[in-house]
């Protein structure tokens, strides 16, 4: 009910004669449209807008601001179309220093796009909202605040801003001036037309009309999706509307795509929003080569991420380690103390409370085999120093978790590609390498090994495109042509059979069978 009585209040404060709080006074007139075309909808309202300006600002010097938080100044010119040179060729040569006693002041050649504050009524919406403008060109739009409100901020970045000098000097002449002039009334055309475009595509995805739902409320009147008008696919916005009031645990059915493809597979559609990242910089998410876990919260899960290549600035190998909440984007970076040294290609599995970082390449002739294991209550790193079985340097390689060992499959030492399968008890810190003997998956690097339902892990999809599946129950490997391969209890790969049911007419033959059952135990 908060939502709707502060969206309530705002409406009525902008159809009202008197001025708002805005150095203008009044609404852009060219964005009026797109504002009622957000305000239709339930799950938004816009709080402050501008449709794009050209300026120049005049600002008093950093060492004469009396406000810490704002320069101040003053508009020397202004115009939310497109400027006219002479105009401002003529107010630049009258704006002198009004007091001499006081230092010139800077002015300042602006060109300013689109921007518009929305309140949504959940994170969820706020996404699907963010995702059209993104779509539209304002690839600078995100969410800005997600605590007592939900506050988005649509804009983009081709903005301008050149100093011209002071109020006692302007320091470019007549020929410049109509240059930054020409680029900007450039900038402001390419501003109306990324607008018009987010207009059309509100439009099309849900916006623009209102009908009273069977609740009393308004509800959207929604535009049917269709494949060949350009629209973009989002969730419908009638359950973004609801989902606020729903229990998300619950066991209601929300509608999907679902059908039977022309191979009798069924093909299931799942709406997708991109998301968006707040709280962090988003930019320290362009990595590749990190790795990433699933780590249990009180409410939902979260996701641990930890090293990688890229990052903000230049790109490096990194060693932070960040949590992602993907319910609302938000990003924060883990304070810990001593650190593992950055790394990429390494791998991250969780076990309880603690990530076991395992391997990875610190530079491209520093190979490691070095175990840290990071305690997510305290917070803190912890070489774990290993005893058994040598475990050799690797990147690139794969691991599982299945109880309390780690499987380790594969990787990358220099030239030398691994299929060395080792295990790692996190009880005892013990390495445990499994003798190749008989059958085995071939060596392989880049790869990956999944756990489902505590019974099947699966080996791919690496670079030659090769499946495997690992059946923990049975303990059993089994490559894609139906040959399987047992664990015996000798924990050797040297019982081979092949399934009845991948060969019609055969019967199951078993070689050297040893009871397969006990192994791993």
Avoid at 63 to 89: C, M, Q, R, Y
Avoid at 111 to 139: D, M, N, W, Y
Avoid at 490 to 519: M, S, W
Wanted: hydrophobic share 35%; with cysteine.
């Amino acid at each position: 009910m908060e939502f709707e009585k502060r969206k309530a209040a705002t409406l009525a404060s902008m159809t009202s004669p008197e001025s708002d709080k805005s150095p203008k006074g009044t609404i852009d007139t060219p964005i009026i449209p797109l504002l009622n075309t957000i305000n239709s909808h339930p799950c938004f309202f816009t709080t402050s807008s501008c449709s794009g300006r050209i300026s120049v600002l005049s600002q008093p010097p950093i060492a004469a601001a009396t406000n810490k938080k704002a320069k101040g100044g003053t508009w020397v010119f202004i115009t939310h179309s497109k400027a006219d040179p002479e105009s401002l060729l003529n107010l630049l040569s009258s704006a002198k220093n009004p007091d001499p006693t006081h230092p010139p002041s800077n002015l300042v050649f602006r060109f300013e796009p689109l921007i518009i504050a929305v309140e949504c009524k959940h994170v969820l919406s706020a996404q699907t909202l963010v995702s059209l403008a993104v779509s539209s060109g304002f690839r600078e739009s995100g969410i800005t605040s997600v605590n007592k409100r939900v506050i988005i901020a649509i804009r983009c970045s081709i903005r301008l801003e050149v100093p011209l000098g002071d109020t006692e000097n302007v320091l470019v002449n007549s020929v410049y001036l109509r240059y930054l002039v020409g680029i900007a009334n450039e900038k402001m055309e390419v501003n109306w037309r990324r607008t018009d475009g987010f207009l059309n595509l509100l439009l099309r995805n849900g916006f623009g009309g209102t009908e009273v739902g069977e609740n009393g409320e308004q509800e959207p009147l929604l535009v049917k999706e269709d494949d060949k008008d350009g629209s973009i696919k989002i969730p419908d916005m009638n359950l973004l509307n609801n989902a606020h009031d729903r229990d998300m645990d619950s066991d209601a059915r929300v509608p999907n795509d679902t059908h039977f493809g022309s191979s009798g597979v069924l093909d299931i559609c799942l709406p997708m929003v991109p998301m968006v990242i707040v709280g962090e910089p988003v930019e320290k998410l362009f990595l590749w080569g990190h790795s990433a876990c699933t780590l249990d919260d009180i409410n939902h899960k979260k996701v641990l991420i930890f090293g990688g290549f890229g990052g903000m600035g230049r790109h490096a190998r990194r060693n932070e380690s960040l949590l992602l909440d993907p319910l609302c984007g938000k990003l924060e970076t883990i304070s810990v103390q001593r650190a593992p040294a950055p790394r990429m290609g390494h791998t991250s599995s969780m076990v309880g409370d603690l990530m076991f970082l395992i391997g990875g390449r610190a530079d491209p002739v520093n190979i490691l085999n070095d175990i840290w294991v990071l305690n997510t209550e305290t917070s803190e790193w912890k070489w774990l120093e290993c005893t058994g079985t040598v475990f050799p340097p690797r990147h690139r390689h794969a691991a599982a978790v299945i109880d309390s060992k780690i499987y380790v499959f594969g990787g990358l030492n220099g030239e030398i590609i691994s299929s060395a399968l080792h295990i790692l008890d996190t009880s005892s810190s013990e390495w445990n390498e499994i003798q190749v003997q008989g059958e085995w998956p071939c060596p392989r690097h880049s790869h990956w090994v999944l756990q489902l339902e505590k019974k099947y892990a699966k080996l791919g999809k690496d670079m030659l495109k090769k499946f495997g599946w690992l059946d923990l129950g049975r303990k059993v490997y089994s490559k894609e042509n139906g040959i399987h391969i047992c664990f015996p209890v000798t924990q050797k790969f040297c019982t081979t059979y092949r399934d009845k049911q991948n060969h019609p007419g055969g019967a199951l033959e078993v070689l050297d069978d040893i009871n397969p059952f006990k192994a791993f135990s």
